[in-house]
C-alpha cells in the first residue's frame, strides 16, 4: 500500500518518500489520512493532465510526432495504481472468504444426531436432563391432565427467560406470559430447549436423557415442536431442515406415548445473513421457509396416518407478518425472536391447536400397552438365514419403556416368579452369597421350563446349573421369562420381582442376560435393544445394593451384524457405569464359544440358533462363573447418589431421634420462618453431641447456637449425625427426618453443609462428591416448599488425606484440593439451579473466617477436621445469618 500511495503523491508532482512514510505509523486513523491525500492528489493530477493537453491542443496539431507522450504517460500511471490495486484486494476477499470457510467445518447434517460444540451452550443439556428428571419424578396419573412439554431452540427457550439458561434483555417478561397463557391451562411446562439448536442437536439431546422413562411412558402428555430456523440460517437447504424436523417428530412419536404438535417455522429477516456454504439457495429467508412449511404439511399429514390421533400442524407465522409478507418489528425487534407480545399472540395460536389435539380421539392400537403401531416392515420375511418365527409377530414398544407381556400365559409366570423370589429372601440375610439370573428364555432355560412348561430343548440343563453355578451358589434365583424384551424385565422388576430383603441384601450377584429378542421379536435396532438393556442395568444398580454382571447379547442365527453392534455398545457404556458404581458392575462376553471359525452359530451348541442345549449351558456357566468371582472380589465402595444407611448402632438411633423431633415440631405464625439445619458432625455439634452423646469438644457451641441463629429463628431443628456423608442424609431424608409438615409449608429454611466425609471417609473423588451433595440439594428443592443454603465444604485441619496418603496421590495432594474444587462445581452448580428454583436456593462459603493470615485452619477455631470450636461456630454463624435473610427475603 505504500508504494501504491507513493505512486499516487509521484504522479501529484508530490514528494513520493514522504506520502509513503505516512502510513506507517501505529495510528490507523494517519493511515486512512495519508489515503485520502494520495487519493485527492491523484484526482488533482488527472484534472491538471487534462488542462495542460487543452492548452497545448494547437502545438501538438503543428508536431504531431510529440502530442501523443504526455497523455499516454498519465494513462499508463494511472493504471500502475489501479491494476495492483484491484488485483490485491481481490486476492484478500478470496483469502478471507477461504478463511471463513475454513474456519466453519463441514456442515452437519441435520437427521443425524449429533452433540453442540463443547462450550457452545452443551452445559444447559445435563440441567434439562435433571429438570426433566426431577417434573416426571412422580408417574403422570391416567385422569390427572395434560402435561405440556415445549421442544426447541432459542424461540422457545426464550419461555424460560433464558438463552442457554443465562438471562437476556430480549426474553423480558416472556415467562410472565407463558404463565398467563398456557401456564393456566398446562401448569408449569417442560421446556427441552437451547438456544442455536438445529434438529441435530435436538435429536442428540433426545437421545441423551431429556426424555427420562417416566415421560416416555406417559400417555397424558403434550408435545409441541419448533425448530428449523437455525438450520435455515446455517446453510441447510430447505430439504435438509424438512428431513431434520421430521426426524424430530418421528424421534418423539416413536420413544413417547405422548402426542405431538408440529410448528411451523416461524418467519425471519434476510438481514440475519446466511452462511453461503451453498451458492444455488435462495437469497431470501421468505421463500425458503414458505417450502419448508409446505414440505412439513404434507408429511404430517402421513405422520397422521400412521399415528392416528398423536399428531399434528400448525402454522402461527401469520402473526409476525405485515400486509405486505414482511417481518413486523413490533413484534420481532430482531427480526428473529417474538417479544413479549408476540409471544403472548403465539401462545393464543398454540392454545388452540394444543386443545384440538388434546381432545381429539386416539386410536385404540395406541391406547394399548405402551405399544405402537405395527409397520409394514414387521411383515416382510425374515432375512437370509433368520429362522422364522412361529405364531403372530408381536411388537413390544419402546425397548426403555417398562411394559406388560400382552399373551395370558408368560404374563401369569410373572406371579411365580414374585413368590419364588419373595419366599427366598423372606429369612434374615445371612453370610453366604446369592446368584439371581436375569433375562429371557435362554435363561429360563436353566429352570427346565419355558414360561414355566416344560419344553424339549431345556433337557438336561438344571441339572449342568446344579454341577456348575449351584455349587458355589446354591439353588439360584432364576427370574427369566421366555420371550421376553427388555421393556419386559423392566416392567418385572417394578411389579415385584424384587422384593424389600433383596434389595437391600449386598452379598447379592445379578446376572443380566437380555436384548436377542428385541432384536428379533420387537424388531429394535441395536442402538434401540442396547437403550433398553442399560436402562434395566442401571434401574438393578440404582434400586438394589448388589453386584451385576451385564452379558453380552449371544449370537442367534442371521442377525451377527446387530448383536456385534449392541455388544460393542454395552461394553462402553458398561465401563462408563463402572466409574458411577465402582466396584458394583462388570461385563463379560461369553459369545465365541457358541460360533466356529467362520463366525456362523455352532448347531452342537445351539440346535435351534437361538437356545444352547446342556453342554452349550456348561460352557457358559464356565464363563459365567470366573467372570462373577471376579466382580465378587472387586472392593465395593458406597456410591455419593444412592441412599444407603449407616451401620453405626449410635447413628442409626440418633436417627430415630431426630425423626421424633422433627415431627413435634410446632408450627409458626404466618410470616416466620423455621430454620432445619442437615449435615454431618459440624452440624450435630450445635446438639451438643457426637453421635448422641454428649463431647467436650461441643462444649459452649449449643449455646453458640442460641445467642445467634436461634435469636433470629427460635427452635431450630438440627438433622446432623457426626460422620455422615451425602449417601446417608439421601437416606435420611426418605426415612422420616422429612415430615409432611416440613414438606408442606413453604415458611422453611434449610441450610446443608455436607459432603467433607465422602472425600476424606470413603474418598470419593471430588466429581462424585460434588453429585452426591447436588442429589441432596434437588431432593430437598423438589419434595419441600421452602428455601436452601448451600454451604461451601469447611476448609479441613490435615495436610493429607487418605487418598494422597494411597496408590492415587498423583491425582490430589491434599484435602484442601478437592475441598477446593468441590465448592467450585458447587458454586456453579447452584448459580444454573437458580434459574430452576428463583428465590428459593443461595451459596455461602463461609470456611474463610476459619483460615489465618497464611491460609492455614486456626486450632483454636477448629481443633479436629470437620469439628469448630465454639468461637469457631460462632464465627460461621455470624457468616451464614446475612446469607439466611437474603433467602428469607427472596433476595
Not at 419366599?423 to 433375562?439: C, M, Q, S, T, Y
Not at 446432623?720 to 416440613?742: C, F, I, R, S
Amino acid at each position: 500500500p505504500a508504494q501504491v500511495i507513493g505512486a499516487a503523491a509521484g504522479a501529484a508532482g508530490a514528494d513520493p518518500d514522504a506520502a509513503r512514510e505516512q502510513p506507517e505509523g501505529d495510528d490507523e486513523e494517519a493511515s486512512e489520512e495519508a489515503a485520502l491525500v494520495a487519493r485527492s492528489s491523484l484526482s488533482s493530477s488527472v484534472r491538471g493532465g487534462a488542462a495542460q493537453a487543452k492548452e497545448r491542443a494547437p502545438a501538438q496539431d503543428a508536431n504531431p510526432s510529440s502530442w501523443s507522450w504526455a497523455p499516454r504517460r498519465r494513462c499508463t500511471l494511472a493504471l500502475c495504481v489501479f491494476v495492483p490495486l484491484l488485483i490485491a484486494t481481490s486476492v484478500w476477499w478470496v483469502a478471507r472468504q477461504a478463511e471463513g470457510r475454513a474456519q466453519e467445518g463441514p456442515l452437519e447434517l441435520a437427521t443425524v444426531a449429533t452433540p453442540r460444540a463443547p462450550g457452545a451452550c452443551r452445559e444447559s443439556h445435563e440441567l434439562i436432563v435433571m429438570d426433566a428428571n426431577r417434573r416426571f419424578e412422580v408417574p403422570v396419573s391416567p385422569g390427572g391432565g395434560s402435561r405440556l412439554v415445549l421442544v426447541g431452540d432459542s424461540i422457545t427457550e426464550s419461555w424460560r427467560g433464558t438463552s442457554c439458561f443465562s438471562s437476556c434483555k430480549r426474553c423480558q417478561g416472556v415467562p410472565e406470559v407463558l404463565r398467563q397463557t398456557l401456564g393456566v391451562r398446562w401448569p408449569d411446562p417442560l421446556l427441552l430447549a437451547v438456544s442455536g439448536d438445529q434438529t441435530q442437536h435436538v435429536l442428540w439431546r433426545l437421545d441423551n436423557g431429556e426424555l427420562p422413562p417416566q415421560l416416555a411412558s406417559a400417555e397424558g402428555v403434550l408435545f409441541s415442536l419448533l425448530i428449523g430456523t437455525n438450520n435455515l440460517g446455517n446453510g441447510h437447504s430447505p430439504q435438509d431442515a424438512h428431513a431434520g424436523i421430521l426426524m424430530v417428530a418421528r424421534t418423539l412419536l416413536k420413544h413417547t406415548l405422548g402426542r405431538l404438535l408440529v410448528n411451523a417455522v416461524l418467519p425471519r429477516a434476510d438481514w440475519n445473513a446466511r452462511k453461503r456454504r451453498n451458492s444455488n439457495l435462495d437469497s431470501s429467508f421468505a421463500p425458503m421457509i414458505e417450502q419448508v412449511n409446505a414440505m412439513m404439511n404434507q408429511s404430517v399429514a402421513e405422520l397422521e396416518r400412521q399415528f392416528p390421533g398423536r399428531v399434528s400442524f400448525v402454522d402461527c407465522g401469520a402473526l409476525f407478518l405485515n400486509d405486505r409478507k414482511k417481518v413486523r418489528i413490533d413484534l420481532m425487534p430482531d427480526m428473529l425472536h417474538p417479544n413479549a407480545e408476540g409471544y403472548r399472540l403465539m401462545a393464543g395460536c398454540l392454545e388452540t391447536a394444543l386443545a384440538e389435539l388434546e381432545q381429539g380421539p386416539l386410536a385404540e392400537q395406541t391406547r394399548s400397552s405402551n405399544a405402537h403401531p405395527v409397520q409394514a416392515d414387521l411383515k416382510k420375511p425374515p432375512e437370509k438365514g433368520q429362522k422364522a418365527i412361529a405364531g403372530p409377530l408381536r411388537v413390544g414398544g419402546p425397548a426403555t419403556n417398562a411394559s406388560q407381556r400382552p399373551d395370558r400365559l408368560c404374563r401369569e409366570f410373572h406371579d411365580v416368579l414374585v413368590k419364588d423370589a419373595s419366599k427366598r429372601f423372606e429369612a434374615p440375610p445371612d453370610d453366604r452369597h446369592h446368584l439371581v439370573l436375569i433375562g429371557d428364555s435362554i435363561t429360563e432355560t436353566w429352570r427346565g421350563t419355558g414360561c414355566g412348561l416344560a419344553c424339549p430343548h431345556c433337557e438336561g440343563v438344571p441339572k449342568v446349573l446344579a454341577q456348575t453355578l449351584g455349587v458355589r451358589w446354591p439353588a439360584p434365583l432364576i427370574l427369566a421369562v421366555a420371550g421376553d424384551e427388555t421393556q419386559h424385565v423392566l416392567w418385572r422388576l417394578e411389579h415385584g420381582e424384587l422384593p424389600p430383603p433383596l434389595l437391600a441384601n449386598e452379598a447379592v450377584s445379578f446376572s443380566l442376560l437380555i436384548g436377542t429378542n428385541n432384536l428379533a421379536l420387537g424388531r429394535h435396532t441395536p442402538p434401540e435393544t442396547h437403550a433398553g438393556i442399560l436402562e434395566v442395568a442401571r434401574k438393578l444398580l440404582s434400586r438394589t445394593r448388589g453386584r451385576l454382571l451385564v452379558n453380552a447379547v449371544l449370537p442367534r442365527g442371521g442377525f451377527t451384524s446387530k448383536i456385534a453392534g449392541v455388544n460393542a455398545m454395552l461394553l462402553q457404556s458398561v465401563a462408563e457405569l463402572r466409574h458411577q458404581f465402582p466396584g458394583r458392575v462388570a461385563f463379560v462376553n461369553c459369545g465365541a464359544f457358541f460360533s466356529d471359525n467362520r463366525g456362523q452359530v455352532r448347531k452342537d451348541l445351539m440346535p435351534d440358533l437361538v437356545h444352547p442345549n446342556a453342554a452349550g449351558h456348561r460352557l457358559l456357566a464356565s464363563c459365567l462363573e470366573t467372570a462373577l468371582l471376579q466382580l465378587e472380589r472387586s472392593p465395593r465402595q458406597e456410591h455419593a447418589t444412592i441412599p444407603i444407611p449407616r451401620e453405626n448402632a449410635q447413628a442409626v438411633a440418633l436417627h430415630h431421634i431426630l425423626v421424633k423431633e422433627a415431627e413435634q415440631s410446632q408450627p409458626l405464625p404466618a410470616g416466620r420462618f423455621r430454620l432445619v439445619l442437615i449435615g454431618d458432625s459440624t452440624t450435630e455439634m450445635l446438639r451438643g453431641t457426637l453421635f448422641g452423646v454428649p463431647a467436650p469438644t461441643c462444649q459452649g457451641v449449643p449455646e453458640v447456637l442460641k445467642e445467634t441463629l436461634g435469636a433470629q429463628w427460635p427452635d431450630p431443628v438440627v438433622l446432623g449425625v457426626a460422620a455422615d456423608e451425602t449417601q446417608h442424609v439421601l437416606w435420611q431424608l426418605a426415612h422420616g427426618a422429612l415430615p409432611k409438615a416440613l414438606e408442606a409449608t413453604k415458611g422453611v429454611l434449610f441450610s446443608l453443609l455436607i459432603g467433607g466425609g465422602n472425600l476424606e471417609n470413603s474418598e470419593h473423588l471430588p466429581q462424585e462428591t460434588h453429585a452426591g451433595i447436588l442429589e441432596v440439594v434437588l431432593t430437598l428443592l423438589s419434595r419441600t416448599r421452602g428455601r436452601l443454603l448451600v454451604n461451601a465444604l469447611l476448609p479441613h485441619a490435615e495436610s493429607l488425606s487418605k487418598r494422597a496418603r494411597s496408590a492415587n496421590r498423583d491425582l490430589f495432594s491434599s484435602v484442601q484440593q478437592q475441598l477446593d474444587q468441590v465448592n467450585a462445581m458447587l458454586f456453579e452448580s447452584v448459580t444454573s439451579l437458580k434459574l430452576l428454583f428463583p428465590g428459593r436456593l443461595e451459596f455461602v462459603n463461609c470456611g474463610g473466617v476459619l483460615l489465618d493470615s497464611r491460609m492455614q485452619v486456626r486450632k483454636d477455631l477448629m481443633p479436629e477436621p470437620m469439628q469448630p470450636s465454639a468461637a469457631g461456630h460462632r464465627l460461621l454463624a455470624r457468616c451464614m445469618e446475612p446469607a439466611l435473610l437474603r433467602l428469607e427475603r427472596g433476595a
